[in-house]
Protein backbone atom coordinates (compact mmCIF):
# COMPACT_ATOMS: atom_id res chain seq x y z
CA UNK A 1 0.00 0.00 0.00
CA UNK A 2 2.77 2.66 0.91
CA UNK A 3 4.88 1.87 -2.12
CA UNK A 4 1.65 2.74 -4.36
CA UNK A 5 0.86 5.56 -2.50
CA UNK A 6 4.73 6.75 -3.13
CA UNK A 7 4.68 6.03 -6.63
CA UNK A 8 1.02 8.11 -6.50
CA UNK A 9 2.44 10.62 -4.95
CA UNK A 10 5.32 11.38 -7.19
CA UNK A 11 2.88 11.05 -9.82
CA UNK A 12 0.50 13.84 -8.46
CA UNK A 13 3.30 16.05 -7.11
CA UNK A 14 4.55 16.50 -10.94
CA UNK A 15 1.44 16.61 -12.11
CA UNK A 16 1.09 20.01 -10.22
CA UNK A 17 1.56 22.53 -12.49
CA UNK A 18 3.00 25.79 -11.23
CA UNK A 19 3.57 29.37 -12.85
CA UNK A 20 6.37 31.69 -11.97
CA UNK A 21 5.44 35.41 -11.36
CA UNK A 22 8.39 37.86 -11.03
CA UNK A 23 8.64 41.41 -11.27
CA UNK A 24 10.46 44.51 -10.57
CA UNK A 25 10.47 48.32 -10.92
CA UNK A 26 12.51 51.62 -9.56
CA UNK A 27 10.24 52.03 -6.82
CA UNK A 28 11.46 48.97 -5.02
CA UNK A 29 14.47 49.55 -3.05
CA UNK A 30 16.44 46.50 -3.50
CA UNK A 31 19.47 45.65 -3.73
CA UNK A 32 20.06 45.16 -7.40
CA UNK A 33 21.43 41.65 -8.31
CA UNK A 34 19.59 39.55 -5.88
CA UNK A 35 16.13 41.35 -7.17
CA UNK A 36 16.83 41.13 -11.13
CA UNK A 37 14.15 39.09 -12.84
CA UNK A 38 16.75 36.96 -14.20
CA UNK A 39 17.50 36.09 -10.61
CA UNK A 40 14.26 35.78 -9.20
CA UNK A 41 13.29 33.47 -11.79
CA UNK A 42 16.60 31.07 -11.93
CA UNK A 43 15.45 31.04 -7.78
CA UNK A 44 11.95 29.96 -8.29
CA UNK A 45 12.75 27.36 -11.39
CA UNK A 46 15.43 25.95 -8.70
CA UNK A 47 12.70 25.80 -6.32
CA UNK A 48 10.54 24.07 -8.38
CA UNK A 49 12.90 21.67 -9.67
CA UNK A 50 13.43 20.61 -5.81
CA UNK A 51 10.14 20.45 -5.28
CA UNK A 52 9.52 17.87 -8.57
CA UNK A 53 6.72 20.53 -9.56
CA UNK A 54 5.93 21.45 -13.60
CA UNK A 55 6.39 24.81 -14.31
CA UNK A 56 3.63 25.31 -16.63
CA UNK A 57 4.90 29.58 -17.06
CA UNK A 58 7.05 31.70 -16.61
CA UNK A 59 5.58 35.27 -15.94
CA UNK A 60 7.63 38.61 -15.95
CA UNK A 61 7.10 42.35 -15.86
CA UNK A 62 10.05 44.73 -15.62
CA UNK A 63 9.71 47.92 -14.94
CA UNK A 64 5.80 47.79 -13.44
CA UNK A 65 4.88 49.06 -9.95
CA UNK A 66 3.79 46.55 -7.80
CA UNK A 67 0.93 48.88 -6.29
CA UNK A 68 -1.40 48.34 -9.40
CA UNK A 69 -2.58 45.06 -11.53
CA UNK A 70 -2.46 46.30 -14.76
CA UNK A 71 0.74 45.09 -15.50
CA UNK A 72 0.89 43.25 -18.96
CA UNK A 73 2.38 39.41 -17.83
CA UNK A 74 0.20 39.68 -14.49
CA UNK A 75 -3.02 39.92 -16.47
CA UNK A 76 -1.93 37.03 -18.93
CA UNK A 77 -0.73 34.78 -15.41
CA UNK A 78 -4.47 35.26 -13.80
CA UNK A 79 -5.80 34.65 -17.25
CA UNK A 80 -4.47 31.11 -17.33
CA UNK A 81 -5.04 30.78 -14.22
CA UNK A 82 -8.89 31.27 -14.94
CA UNK A 83 -8.86 29.04 -17.59
CA UNK A 84 -7.57 26.27 -15.01
CA UNK A 85 -4.18 25.88 -16.33
CA UNK A 86 -2.54 26.80 -13.21
CA UNK A 87 -2.41 24.76 -9.70
CA UNK A 88 0.44 27.18 -7.78
CA UNK A 89 1.32 30.47 -8.49
CA UNK A 90 4.60 30.85 -6.84
CA UNK A 91 6.40 34.21 -6.56
CA UNK A 92 9.96 35.35 -4.83
CA UNK A 93 7.69 37.04 -2.06
CA UNK A 94 4.45 38.64 -1.68
CA UNK A 95 5.55 41.90 -2.49
CA UNK A 96 6.38 40.77 -5.84
CA UNK A 97 3.00 39.82 -6.65
CA UNK A 98 1.16 42.87 -5.52
CA UNK A 99 2.41 45.62 -2.82
CA UNK A 100 -1.43 46.89 -2.46
CA UNK A 101 -2.82 44.93 0.62
CA UNK A 102 -6.40 44.99 -0.98
CA UNK A 103 -5.12 43.54 -3.94
CA UNK A 104 -3.29 41.20 -1.86
CA UNK A 105 -6.26 40.20 0.01
CA UNK A 106 -8.69 39.66 -2.83
CA UNK A 107 -6.40 37.24 -4.76
CA UNK A 108 -5.71 35.48 -1.70
CA UNK A 109 -8.90 35.62 -0.02
CA UNK A 110 -11.29 35.20 -3.61
CA UNK A 111 -9.42 34.82 -6.78
CA UNK A 112 -6.83 31.99 -5.70
CA UNK A 113 -9.18 30.02 -3.61
CA UNK A 114 -11.67 30.38 -6.42
CA UNK A 115 -9.99 29.02 -8.83
CA UNK A 116 -8.62 25.95 -6.40
CA UNK A 117 -5.01 27.81 -6.72
CA UNK A 118 -2.67 27.82 -4.50
CA UNK A 119 -0.14 31.12 -3.78
CA UNK A 120 3.34 30.29 -2.33
CA UNK A 121 6.14 32.95 -1.53
CA UNK A 122 9.15 31.21 -1.43
CA UNK A 123 11.49 33.84 1.26
CA UNK A 124 8.92 35.20 3.11
CA UNK A 125 6.81 31.71 3.67
CA UNK A 126 3.22 32.92 2.60
CA UNK A 127 1.74 29.62 1.38
CA UNK A 128 -2.12 29.71 1.23
CA UNK A 129 -1.84 25.47 1.42
CA UNK A 130 -0.85 26.18 4.88
CA UNK A 131 -3.66 25.92 7.98
CA UNK A 132 -6.29 28.32 7.04
CA UNK A 133 -6.27 27.91 3.37
CA UNK A 134 -5.89 24.42 3.91
CA UNK A 135 -9.35 23.79 2.29
CA UNK A 136 -8.52 25.55 -1.21
CA UNK A 137 -5.28 22.95 -1.77
CA UNK A 138 -7.02 20.34 -0.06
CA UNK A 139 -10.08 20.02 -2.67
CA UNK A 140 -7.29 20.52 -5.46
CA UNK A 141 -5.28 18.03 -4.37
CA UNK A 142 -8.56 15.36 -3.37
CA UNK A 143 -9.59 16.33 -6.50
CA UNK A 144 -6.63 15.19 -8.63
CA UNK A 145 -6.11 12.47 -6.66
CA UNK A 146 -9.36 10.86 -6.44
CA UNK A 147 -9.49 11.51 -10.45
CA UNK A 148 -5.90 10.21 -11.44
CA UNK A 149 -4.01 8.44 -8.78
CA UNK A 150 -7.25 6.12 -7.42
CA UNK A 151 -8.06 5.81 -11.35
CA UNK A 152 -4.58 4.63 -12.24
CA UNK A 153 -3.52 2.61 -9.23
CA UNK A 154 -6.85 -0.11 -9.66
CA UNK A 155 -7.74 0.90 -13.46
CA UNK A 156 -6.73 -2.52 -14.95
CA UNK A 157 -8.04 -4.15 -13.05
CA UNK A 158 -11.30 -2.76 -13.44
CA UNK A 159 -10.86 -2.42 -17.15
CA UNK A 160 -10.43 -5.99 -17.68
CA UNK A 161 -13.49 -7.02 -15.40
CA UNK A 162 -15.59 -4.66 -17.71
CA UNK A 163 -14.10 -6.63 -20.61
CA UNK A 164 -15.12 -10.00 -19.52
CA UNK A 165 -11.61 -10.78 -18.91
CA UNK A 166 -10.80 -13.74 -16.23
CA UNK A 167 -8.62 -12.48 -14.12
CA UNK A 168 -9.23 -15.17 -11.38
CA UNK A 169 -5.94 -17.88 -11.20
CA UNK A 170 -6.99 -20.78 -11.94
CA UNK A 171 -10.30 -21.37 -14.06
CA UNK A 172 -13.45 -22.25 -12.97
CA UNK A 173 -13.84 -26.32 -12.81
CA UNK A 174 -14.66 -27.75 -16.61
CA UNK A 175 -13.11 -24.51 -18.08
CA UNK A 176 -9.05 -23.80 -18.68
CA UNK A 177 -7.25 -20.59 -19.65
CA UNK A 178 -7.05 -20.20 -23.15
CA UNK A 179 -3.66 -20.89 -24.16
CA UNK A 180 -3.53 -17.55 -26.49
CA UNK A 181 -5.14 -15.40 -23.59
CA UNK A 182 -4.84 -16.18 -19.86
CA UNK A 183 -7.99 -13.76 -19.44
CA UNK A 184 -10.42 -15.91 -21.43
CA UNK A 185 -11.38 -19.14 -20.76
CA UNK A 186 -12.23 -22.12 -22.83
CA UNK A 187 -13.63 -25.47 -21.87
CA UNK A 188 -11.39 -28.45 -20.69
CA UNK A 189 -11.95 -31.23 -22.31
CA UNK A 190 -11.33 -33.54 -19.39
CA UNK A 191 -13.12 -32.25 -17.29
CA UNK A 192 -16.27 -29.88 -18.91
CA UNK A 193 -18.54 -33.41 -18.94
CA UNK A 194 -18.22 -33.55 -15.24
CA UNK A 195 -20.09 -30.16 -14.85
CA UNK A 196 -22.63 -31.23 -16.90
CA UNK A 197 -23.19 -33.98 -15.28
CA UNK A 198 -23.54 -32.38 -12.39
CA UNK A 199 -26.04 -29.61 -13.86
CA UNK A 200 -28.07 -32.40 -15.07
CA UNK A 201 -28.79 -34.07 -12.17
CA UNK A 202 -28.82 -30.76 -10.38
CA UNK A 203 -32.16 -30.07 -13.00
CA UNK A 204 -33.26 -33.75 -12.85
CA UNK A 205 -33.90 -32.35 -8.93
CA UNK A 206 -31.09 -34.25 -6.94
CA UNK A 207 -29.55 -32.54 -4.08
CA UNK A 208 -26.02 -32.27 -3.48
CA UNK A 209 -25.92 -35.30 -1.40
CA UNK A 210 -27.47 -37.59 -4.04
CA UNK A 211 -24.77 -35.50 -6.44
CA UNK A 212 -22.28 -36.84 -4.05
CA UNK A 213 -22.92 -39.87 -3.64
CA UNK A 214 -23.64 -40.22 -7.07
CA UNK A 215 -19.71 -38.97 -7.96
CA UNK A 216 -18.15 -40.98 -5.81
CA UNK A 217 -20.04 -44.35 -7.07
CA UNK A 218 -18.77 -43.18 -10.55
CA UNK A 219 -15.73 -42.70 -9.16
CA UNK A 220 -15.24 -39.30 -11.02
CA UNK A 221 -12.30 -37.67 -9.28
CA UNK A 222 -12.95 -34.17 -7.58
CA UNK A 223 -11.61 -30.84 -8.84
CA UNK A 224 -8.64 -31.38 -6.29
CA UNK A 225 -7.23 -34.28 -8.17
CA UNK A 226 -7.65 -32.63 -11.41
CA UNK A 227 -5.73 -30.08 -10.63
CA UNK A 228 -3.28 -32.11 -9.42
CA UNK A 229 -2.81 -33.89 -12.24
CA UNK A 230 -2.60 -30.57 -14.42
CA UNK A 231 -0.03 -29.32 -12.39
CA UNK A 232 -1.97 -26.42 -11.31
CA UNK A 233 -2.33 -26.57 -7.24
CA UNK A 234 -0.72 -29.21 -5.21
CA UNK A 235 -3.04 -29.84 -2.77
CA UNK A 236 -4.87 -32.70 -1.15
CA UNK A 237 -8.20 -33.35 0.06
CA UNK A 238 -9.23 -34.28 3.65
CA UNK A 239 -10.84 -36.96 1.85
CA UNK A 240 -7.90 -38.28 0.26
CA UNK A 241 -5.81 -37.82 3.78
CA UNK A 242 -8.64 -40.18 5.33
CA UNK A 243 -9.59 -42.54 2.66
CA UNK A 244 -6.31 -42.47 0.46
CA UNK A 245 -7.18 -43.72 -2.85
CA UNK A 246 -10.88 -43.57 -2.57
CA UNK A 247 -10.68 -40.04 -1.54
CA UNK A 248 -10.12 -38.86 -4.85
CA UNK A 249 -13.23 -39.89 -5.97
CA UNK A 250 -15.17 -37.85 -2.68
CA UNK A 251 -16.29 -34.58 -3.41
CA UNK A 252 -16.92 -31.33 -0.67
CA UNK A 253 -20.77 -30.51 -0.58
CA UNK A 254 -19.18 -27.14 -0.72
CA UNK A 255 -17.68 -27.32 -4.13
CA UNK A 256 -20.96 -29.19 -5.97
CA UNK A 257 -22.78 -26.13 -4.36
CA UNK A 258 -20.44 -23.93 -6.01
CA UNK A 259 -20.45 -25.06 -9.28
CA UNK A 260 -24.69 -25.44 -9.58
CA UNK A 261 -24.33 -21.64 -8.37
CA UNK A 262 -21.89 -19.97 -10.70
CA UNK A 263 -23.01 -18.15 -13.86
CA UNK A 264 -19.42 -19.01 -15.34
CA UNK A 265 -21.21 -22.07 -17.09
CA UNK A 266 -23.42 -20.37 -18.96
CA UNK A 267 -20.66 -17.96 -20.43
CA UNK A 268 -20.84 -14.88 -17.65
CA UNK A 269 -17.89 -13.32 -15.97
CA UNK A 270 -18.58 -12.14 -12.69
CA UNK A 271 -15.89 -9.76 -10.83
CA UNK A 272 -16.56 -8.31 -7.45
CA UNK A 273 -15.16 -4.87 -7.44
CA UNK A 274 -13.94 -3.56 -3.98
CA UNK A 275 -14.80 0.41 -3.60
CA UNK A 276 -11.47 2.31 -3.24
CA UNK A 277 -11.69 6.20 -2.48
CA UNK A 278 -9.17 8.54 -1.09
CA UNK A 279 -9.15 7.38 2.60
CA UNK A 280 -5.70 6.08 3.10
CA UNK A 281 -5.83 2.58 3.68
CA UNK A 282 -9.58 1.92 3.40
CA UNK A 283 -11.42 0.29 0.95
CA UNK A 284 -14.91 -1.92 1.16
CA UNK A 285 -16.00 -4.47 -0.81
CA UNK A 286 -19.32 -4.04 -3.01
CA UNK A 287 -22.19 -5.87 -2.29
CA UNK A 288 -23.10 -8.59 -5.13
CA UNK A 289 -25.51 -6.58 -7.10
CA UNK A 290 -23.14 -3.93 -7.52
CA UNK A 291 -20.32 -7.37 -8.99
CA UNK A 292 -19.45 -6.58 -12.38
CA UNK A 293 -20.81 -8.87 -14.35
CA UNK A 294 -20.45 -9.28 -18.40
CA UNK A 295 -22.72 -12.55 -20.18
CA UNK A 296 -22.14 -14.43 -23.49
CA UNK A 297 -18.34 -14.02 -23.04
CA UNK A 298 -16.70 -17.54 -23.63
CA UNK A 299 -18.19 -20.66 -24.59
CA UNK A 300 -20.84 -22.09 -21.87
CA UNK A 301 -20.81 -25.70 -20.64
CA UNK A 302 -24.67 -25.27 -19.63
CA UNK A 303 -27.59 -23.62 -21.57
CA UNK A 304 -29.19 -21.24 -19.84
CA UNK A 305 -32.77 -23.04 -19.47
CA UNK A 306 -30.84 -25.75 -17.81
CA UNK A 307 -29.29 -23.20 -15.16
CA UNK A 308 -32.11 -21.27 -14.40
CA UNK A 309 -34.28 -24.40 -13.21
CA UNK A 310 -31.14 -25.38 -11.72
CA UNK A 311 -31.25 -22.24 -9.43
CA UNK A 312 -35.06 -22.36 -9.09
CA UNK A 313 -35.14 -26.08 -7.81
CA UNK A 314 -31.95 -25.11 -5.59
CA UNK A 315 -34.32 -22.60 -3.85
CA UNK A 316 -37.31 -24.66 -3.41
CA UNK A 317 -35.67 -27.30 -1.98
CA UNK A 318 -36.52 -28.46 1.47
CA UNK A 319 -35.89 -31.95 2.35
CA UNK A 320 -39.88 -33.17 2.47
CA UNK A 321 -40.35 -35.95 5.03
CA UNK A 322 -41.78 -39.18 4.64
CA UNK A 323 -45.26 -38.03 3.44
CA UNK A 324 -44.26 -35.47 1.51
CA UNK A 325 -44.76 -32.57 3.39
CA UNK A 326 -42.30 -29.93 4.83
CA UNK A 327 -41.60 -31.07 8.93
CA UNK A 328 -42.68 -27.96 10.56
CA UNK A 329 -39.14 -28.18 12.16
CA UNK A 330 -37.05 -28.21 9.46
CA UNK A 331 -34.03 -25.98 9.71
CA UNK A 332 -34.55 -25.14 13.46
CA UNK A 333 -33.23 -28.94 14.49
CA UNK A 334 -29.33 -28.91 15.68
CA UNK A 335 -27.38 -31.64 16.64
CA UNK A 336 -25.16 -30.66 19.87
CA UNK A 337 -22.23 -32.62 19.26
CA UNK A 338 -21.30 -31.79 15.87
CA UNK A 339 -23.59 -28.94 14.65
CA UNK A 340 -25.07 -30.30 11.49
CA UNK A 341 -29.13 -30.10 10.85
CA UNK A 342 -31.19 -33.09 11.94
CA UNK A 343 -32.76 -34.93 9.33
CA UNK A 344 -36.60 -36.36 9.59
CA UNK A 345 -37.15 -39.90 8.80
CA UNK A 346 -39.57 -42.46 9.37
CA UNK A 347 -37.63 -45.23 11.61
CA UNK A 348 -40.15 -48.05 11.42
CA UNK A 349 -42.26 -48.41 8.29
CA UNK A 350 -45.14 -50.19 9.81
CA UNK A 351 -45.77 -47.73 13.32
CA UNK A 352 -44.61 -44.66 11.08
CA UNK A 353 -42.54 -43.78 13.77
CA UNK A 354 -41.09 -40.52 12.85
CA UNK A 355 -37.37 -39.16 14.14
CA UNK A 356 -34.66 -37.22 13.94
CA UNK A 357 -31.06 -37.96 13.62
CA UNK A 358 -27.90 -36.47 12.75
CA UNK A 359 -27.51 -35.61 9.23
CA UNK A 360 -23.90 -36.41 9.52
CA UNK A 361 -24.02 -39.63 11.66
CA UNK A 362 -26.57 -40.65 8.40
CA UNK A 363 -23.88 -39.30 5.88
CA UNK A 364 -20.76 -40.86 7.41
CA UNK A 365 -21.65 -43.24 9.65
CA UNK A 366 -20.54 -43.66 13.74
CA UNK A 367 -17.12 -42.59 13.19
CA UNK A 368 -17.99 -39.26 12.66
CA UNK A 369 -20.52 -39.23 14.99
CA UNK A 370 -23.86 -40.60 16.96
CA UNK A 371 -27.73 -41.09 15.94
CA UNK A 372 -28.49 -38.63 18.02
CA UNK A 373 -32.09 -40.23 17.82
CA UNK A 374 -35.41 -38.56 19.16
CA UNK A 375 -38.99 -39.61 17.95
CA UNK A 376 -40.89 -35.90 16.67
CA UNK A 377 -43.92 -36.77 18.58
CA UNK A 378 -41.62 -35.82 22.01
CA UNK A 379 -39.98 -33.53 20.31
CA UNK A 380 -43.25 -31.88 19.88
CA UNK A 381 -44.70 -32.33 23.33
CA UNK A 382 -41.16 -31.01 24.80
CA UNK A 383 -41.94 -27.71 22.72
CA UNK A 384 -45.58 -27.28 22.97
CA UNK A 385 -44.84 -27.98 26.82
CA UNK A 386 -41.94 -25.16 26.75
CA UNK A 387 -43.83 -22.44 24.90
CA UNK A 388 -46.93 -23.21 26.96
CA UNK A 389 -45.05 -22.55 30.70
CA UNK A 390 -43.15 -19.64 29.18
CA UNK A 391 -46.28 -17.77 28.13
CA UNK A 392 -47.73 -18.36 31.11
CA UNK A 393 -45.03 -17.29 33.03
CA UNK A 394 -45.01 -14.18 31.09
CA UNK A 395 -48.08 -13.69 32.14
CA UNK A 396 -48.00 -14.30 35.45
CA UNK A 397 -44.93 -11.95 36.36
CA UNK A 398 -43.85 -9.79 33.79
CA UNK A 399 -41.43 -7.93 35.82
CA UNK A 400 -39.73 -10.99 37.28
CA UNK A 401 -39.02 -12.54 33.76
CA UNK A 402 -37.95 -9.52 32.77
CA UNK A 403 -35.56 -9.23 35.22
CA UNK A 404 -34.34 -12.75 34.63
CA UNK A 405 -33.80 -11.86 31.37
CA UNK A 406 -31.85 -8.93 31.74
CA UNK A 407 -29.54 -10.23 33.97
CA UNK A 408 -28.72 -12.79 31.06
CA UNK A 409 -27.39 -10.15 29.33
CA UNK A 410 -23.69 -8.95 28.53
CA UNK A 411 -23.51 -5.67 28.54
CA UNK A 412 -25.73 -4.68 31.72
CA UNK A 413 -24.04 -2.40 33.90
CA UNK A 414 -25.16 0.99 33.70
CA UNK A 415 -21.72 1.98 34.62
CA UNK A 416 -20.37 -0.66 31.87
CA UNK A 417 -22.03 1.15 29.18
CA UNK A 418 -21.27 4.63 30.45
CA UNK A 419 -17.94 4.32 30.41
CA UNK A 420 -17.67 2.47 27.05
CA UNK A 421 -19.80 5.51 25.61
CA UNK A 422 -16.85 7.84 26.79
CA UNK A 423 -14.16 5.87 25.70
CA UNK A 424 -15.93 5.66 22.02
CA UNK A 425 -16.56 9.63 21.99
CA UNK A 426 -13.11 10.06 22.78
CA UNK A 427 -11.71 7.89 19.94
CA UNK A 428 -14.19 9.64 17.77
CA UNK A 429 -12.04 12.95 18.42
CA UNK A 430 -8.77 11.10 17.93
CA UNK A 431 -10.11 9.67 14.99
CA UNK A 432 -11.28 13.05 13.42
CA UNK A 433 -7.57 14.29 14.57
CA UNK A 434 -5.43 11.62 12.83
CA UNK A 435 -7.49 12.02 9.60
CA UNK A 436 -6.70 16.14 9.67
CA UNK A 437 -3.50 14.84 10.66
CA UNK A 438 -2.77 12.33 7.44
CA UNK A 439 -4.00 15.27 5.33
CA UNK A 440 -1.59 17.59 6.74
CA UNK A 441 1.46 14.64 6.14
CA UNK A 442 0.49 14.60 2.51
CA UNK A 443 0.83 18.19 1.96
CA UNK A 444 3.67 18.75 3.90
CA UNK A 445 5.42 15.81 2.17
CA UNK A 446 3.71 17.30 -1.53
CA UNK A 447 5.15 20.72 -0.82
CA UNK A 448 8.25 19.26 0.39
CA UNK A 449 8.24 20.26 3.71
CA UNK A 450 9.27 16.98 4.64
CA UNK A 451 11.54 14.12 3.51
CA UNK A 452 10.42 10.39 1.93
CA UNK A 453 11.96 8.61 5.11
CA UNK A 454 9.80 10.92 7.79
CA UNK A 455 6.83 11.22 5.34
CA UNK A 456 6.77 7.48 5.62
CA UNK A 457 7.22 6.16 8.90
CA UNK A 458 4.58 9.30 10.51
CA UNK A 459 2.15 7.90 7.91
CA UNK A 460 2.38 4.54 9.02
CA UNK A 461 2.48 5.33 12.92
CA UNK A 462 -0.37 7.33 12.12
CA UNK A 463 -2.14 5.00 10.09
CA UNK A 464 -1.68 2.11 12.15
CA UNK A 465 -2.80 4.13 14.84
CA UNK A 466 -5.95 4.64 13.39
CA UNK A 467 -6.88 1.05 12.22
CA UNK A 468 -6.22 -0.01 15.83
CA UNK A 469 -8.20 2.88 16.78
CA UNK A 470 -11.17 2.35 14.39
CA UNK A 471 -11.57 -1.53 15.42
CA UNK A 472 -11.69 -1.00 18.80
CA UNK A 473 -14.51 1.75 18.36
CA UNK A 474 -16.47 -0.60 16.16
CA UNK A 475 -16.14 -3.37 18.59
CA UNK A 476 -17.38 -1.10 21.63
CA UNK A 477 -20.52 -0.18 19.54
CA UNK A 478 -21.34 -3.54 18.44
CA UNK A 479 -21.15 -4.09 22.36
CA UNK A 480 -23.11 -1.23 23.12
CA UNK A 481 -25.40 -1.46 20.20
CA UNK A 482 -26.29 -5.18 21.33
CA UNK A 483 -26.96 -4.30 24.60
CA UNK A 484 -29.70 -1.73 23.55
CA UNK A 485 -31.03 -4.07 21.16
CA UNK A 486 -31.19 -7.34 24.02
CA UNK A 487 -33.15 -4.72 26.26
CA UNK A 488 -35.49 -4.94 23.13
CA UNK A 489 -35.57 -7.82 22.01
CA UNK A 490 -36.65 -9.05 25.77
CA UNK A 491 -39.64 -6.76 25.69
CA UNK A 492 -40.68 -7.98 21.87
CA UNK A 493 -40.14 -11.66 23.37
CA UNK A 494 -42.25 -10.88 26.31
CA UNK A 495 -44.92 -9.73 24.33
CA UNK A 496 -45.17 -12.22 21.54
CA UNK A 497 -44.87 -15.23 24.02
CA UNK A 498 -47.57 -14.13 25.91
CA UNK A 499 -49.68 -14.97 23.18
CA UNK A 500 -48.95 -18.72 23.21
CA UNK A 501 -50.26 -19.59 26.73
CA UNK A 502 -52.94 -21.78 25.41
CA UNK A 503 -51.82 -23.48 22.57
CA UNK A 504 -53.06 -26.75 22.14
CA UNK A 505 -50.95 -27.17 17.97
CA UNK A 506 -47.69 -26.22 17.00
CA UNK A 507 -47.26 -24.97 13.14
CA UNK A 508 -44.29 -23.98 10.73
CA UNK A 509 -44.50 -20.05 11.04
CA UNK A 510 -44.90 -20.14 14.96
CA UNK A 511 -42.18 -22.19 15.49
CA UNK A 512 -39.60 -19.96 13.18
CA UNK A 513 -40.92 -16.96 15.11
CA UNK A 514 -40.56 -18.32 18.40
CA UNK A 515 -37.72 -20.53 18.55
CA UNK A 516 -34.07 -19.34 17.10
CA UNK A 517 -32.98 -23.18 17.26
CA UNK A 518 -33.10 -26.52 18.96
CA UNK A 519 -29.75 -28.04 20.13
CA UNK A 520 -30.25 -32.48 20.51
CA UNK A 521 -27.35 -33.38 22.91
CA UNK A 522 -26.74 -37.40 23.24
CA UNK A 523 -24.83 -38.95 26.03
CA UNK A 524 -24.33 -42.78 25.90
CA UNK A 525 -22.18 -43.32 28.57
CA UNK A 526 -23.23 -45.77 31.19
CA UNK A 527 -24.21 -47.89 28.54
CA UNK A 528 -27.57 -45.92 28.19
CA UNK A 529 -28.63 -43.40 25.94
CA UNK A 530 -29.65 -39.92 27.71
CA UNK A 531 -31.25 -37.02 25.15
CA UNK A 532 -30.60 -33.74 25.90
CA UNK A 533 -33.07 -31.16 24.21
CA UNK A 534 -31.88 -27.42 24.57
CA UNK A 535 -34.58 -24.95 23.15
CA UNK A 536 -33.15 -21.56 22.31
CA UNK A 537 -35.90 -18.59 21.75
CA UNK A 538 -35.61 -16.05 19.45
CA UNK A 539 -34.59 -12.88 21.25
CA UNK A 540 -32.90 -14.82 24.58
CA UNK A 541 -29.32 -15.86 24.71
CA UNK A 542 -29.74 -18.74 27.20
CA UNK A 543 -31.60 -22.02 26.21
CA UNK A 544 -33.71 -23.81 28.44
CA UNK A 545 -32.54 -27.50 28.76
CA UNK A 546 -34.44 -30.19 28.99
CA UNK A 547 -33.69 -34.02 29.34
CA UNK A 548 -35.60 -36.53 27.65
CA UNK A 549 -36.04 -40.22 29.16
CA UNK A 550 -34.25 -42.72 27.28
ZN1 LIG B 1 -23.88 -35.01 15.01
Same mark, same amino acid.
Given at each position: ?????????????????????????????????????????????????????????????????????????????????????????????????????????????????????????????????????????????????????????????????????????????????????????????????????????????????????????????????????????????????????????????????????????????????????????????????????????????????????????????????????????????????????????????????????????????????????????????????????????????????????????????????????????????????????????? =? *???? &? $?? /?? @?????????? #? !?????????????????????????????????????????????????????????? =? *???? &? $?? /?? @?????????? #? !????????
Amino acid at each position: MMDSNFAALQQLHSSLRVAIYCRLSKDDNLDGESASIHNQRDMLETWCQEHGYTVAGVYADDGYSGLYMDRPDFQRMLADCKQGKIDIVVTKDMSRLTRNSTHSGQLRDEFFPKHHIRYIGVTDGVDTGKDDDLIAFRSVFNEIYSKDIGKKVHSSYVIKAKKGKFTGCIAPFGYMKSPEDKNFLIPDKDTAWIVQKIFGWAAEGHGTNWIRRRLEDEKIPAPCWWNRKKGLRNHVTKWEKEYGEKGIYMWDFSTIKQIIANPVYIGTIASQKANYRFKVGWLGDKKPEEWIQVENVHEPLVDIDTYNLVQEKVKMRKRPDAWGNYGIFAGLVKCGECGSTMNQRVANAKAKTRILTCAKYNKYGVAHCSQHRLELDTLYQIVLEQIRTCAALALADETKVMEELRKSCQCDSEEESRRMKAKLSESANRLSELDVLISKLY =E *DWVA &G $RI /NE @TNFTRMMEKA #Q !GEQEALQKKADMMRECLDGAAREQEDNSKWLSLIRQYADIKELDREMLHLLIKEIVVH =E *DLSE &G $RR /NT @TVEIHFNFMK #Q !GNRLTVKG
